[in-house]
């Protein structure tokens, strides 16, 4: 079991910038995939990224790269969604997840998710 606590959204105008938090506890988090997710109102949750936890490939959505970095504090067992040059298509409540394994994209993939964490760009 993998237990995940979001924070750090909020309202932030547009061309701003946001960290989210999530911090991980629980059975053999070293061995898992961490991703973000997000879901506006009316969509699906869609997959934004995902690192495994001991390193190594990371995977961006197209339309975060270049924008949006993950990283992770080993000894807060914390991972972090720096994200830039916000836009209003990027409100949405933020999710994290973690998967034992390696690093997928798909939302079904994921056992372990947050609470979720509002992020609002105003233009």
């Known amino acids: 079991q993998v237990q995940l606590v979001e924070s750090g959204g909020g309202l932030v105008q547009a061309g701003g910038s946001l960290r989210l938090s999530c911090a991980a506890s629980g059975r053999s988090v070293s061995s898992c995939a961490m991703a973000w997710f997000r879901q506006a109102p009316g969509k699906e949750r869609e997959f934004v990224v995902a690192?495994?936890?001991?390193?190594?490939?990371?995977d961006y959505a197209d339309s975060v790269k270049g924008r949006f970095n993950i990283s992770r504090d080993n000894a807060k067992t914390t991972v972090y969604l720096q994200m830039n040059s916000l836009k209003p298509e990027d409100t949405a409540v933020y999710y994290c997840?973690?998967?034992?394994?390696?690093?997928?994209?798909?939302?079904?993939?994921?056992?372990?998710w947050g609470q979720g964490t509002q992020v609002t760009v105003s233009s």
């Open positions: 997840a973690a998967r034992y394994g390696s690093i997928w994209s798909a939302v079904e993939t994921y056992s372990y």
């Open positions: 690192m495994r936890w001991s390193g190594g490939r990371t």
